[in-house]
């Protein structure tokens, strides 16, 4: 059985930091890239980052440089999210997916496994 199962959000205040954990199991992980996507209430999906499945870093949203790093250890079928000086407009439902690594672009297009998403918040 496929599973993308995402830890470590919360409740979080501006400046602060967090790191996401995706944990896969249930397919060759080594051989995907890894996605993460936020949506907030009343927004359009958008991506986050994404690492080829050599552990590249292929893409940053512009919100994301120089604040978040996303990193995988594929002994560990998981992948990170370290996120620094959060802001308010970070607060979101997380996800993370796994798809080919020609997706590895920052759309959500070409995806095949999602995990259910964890929410971060990010409020004083």
């Known amino acids: 059985q496929v599973q993308l199962v995402e830890s470590g959000g919360g409740l979080v205040h501006p400046g602060g930091s967090l790191t996401l954990s995706c944990a896969a199991s249930?397919?060759?992980?080594?051989?995907?890239?890894i996605g993460w996507f936020r949506q907030a209430p009343g927004k359009e999906r958008e991506g986050v980052s994404c690492?080829?499945?050599?552990?590249?870093?292929?893409f940053y949203a512009e919100f994301a440089k120089g604040r978040f790093t996303a990193s995988r250890d594929n002994a560990k079928n998981t992948v990170y999210l370290q996120m620094n000086s959060l802001r308010p407009e970070d607060t979101s439902v997380y996800s993370c997916?796994?798809?080919?690594?020609?997706?590895?672009?920052?759309?959500?297009?070409?995806?095949?496994?999602w995990g259910q998403g964890i929410e971060v918040t990010v409020s004083s």
């Open positions: 690492t080829t499945s050599s552990g590249r870093a292929a």
């Open positions: 249930g397919f060759n992980f080594e051989h995907y890239a």
């Open positions: 997916a796994a798809g080919p690594d020609f997706f590895c672009t920052g759309r959500s297009n070409g995806f095949i496994y």
